[in-house]
């Protein structure tokens, strides 16, 4: 079945520095959506990419969706203490509603 | 907007009983979803409503899972004969679906937290 893998699963920075999370799909996606959870908390909506070679920025942070439509990035720069949490990428195969997340990538943001 | 709602937050059972939980989606949206997430996971999707009919349900979902959404608003996931494997956490998430754009942001619960001794 499809199946979404991220890396790197953990990531400390100090607040500051850049960091990123790349997302793979086993199967070609028809879109990819981005959500953060914080600690304690539930899975909010970030983002949605649906064009082949997209690119869309939110302030620092900025998403891509590949040529192939089978991978994407998050990619925050300058981070701050605000940004920790985890990010996960979740990406539908057809116009299905299913959405199938991968594991996330947890951020810490040292200050 | 109120938000998509969850009872209860938190549920502890023994090993064999019933559960039932309840998601109260945001009014409008037509989409409901069931999904489950432990430590470390992202959450996993179990099955989705759109209005009352279920259109899809994991294959990894036993039969002892069941879920109704009988009116196309509220729904219940119930969990029968309860194993230690079902502790999780599960959510609920909603969306609005329309022809033109079938795919739109999901708005998620707080969850229940099920722990089975």
């Known amino acids: 079945g499809q199946q979404v893998m991220q890396i790197p699963q953990y990531q400390h920075v100090q607040e500051g520095e850049d960091f990123t999370t790349y997302c793979n799909s086993s199967t070609t996606l028809s879109n990819i959506q981005w959500y953060k959870q914080r600690p304690g908390g539930h899975p909010v909506f970030l983002i949605q990419l649906v064009k082949s070679g997209e690119v869309k920025k939110q302030k620092r942070l900025t998403f891509q969706f590949g040529e192939a439509k089978k991978n994407s990035s998050l990619h925050i720069t300058a981070t701050q203490t605000t940004d920790v949490g985890t990010y996960f990428c979740a990406g539908r195969s057809s116009n299905t509603g299913k959405l199938i997340f991968g594991q996330g990538t947890t951020l810490q943001v040292k200050p | 907007d109120t938000g998509v709602s969850q009872d209860p937050r938190h549920k502890i059972t023994k090993r064999g009983q019933n559960v039932t939980f309840r998601c109260d989606p945001i009014s409008e949206h037509n989409r409901l979803y069931w999904y489950r997430q432990t430590l470390g996971q992202g959450p996993e999707f179990l099955t989705y409503?759109?209005?009352?009919?279920?259109?899809?349900k994991s294959r990894l979902l036993s039969d002892r899972f069941s879920a109704e959404r009988p009116k196309g608003s509220f729904s219940t996931l119930e969990i029968q004969r309860t194993e230690q494997g079902d502790s999780a956490m599960y959510l609920c998430?909603?969306?609005?679906?329309?022809?033109?754009?079938?795919?739109?942001?999901?708005?998620f619960g707080d969850g229940t937290r099920l722990s089975i001794l």
């Open positions: 998430a909603s969306s609005l679906a329309t022809p033109g754009v079938p795919n739109q942001p999901q708005h």
């Open positions: 409503f759109q209005n009352e009919a279920q259109l899809e």
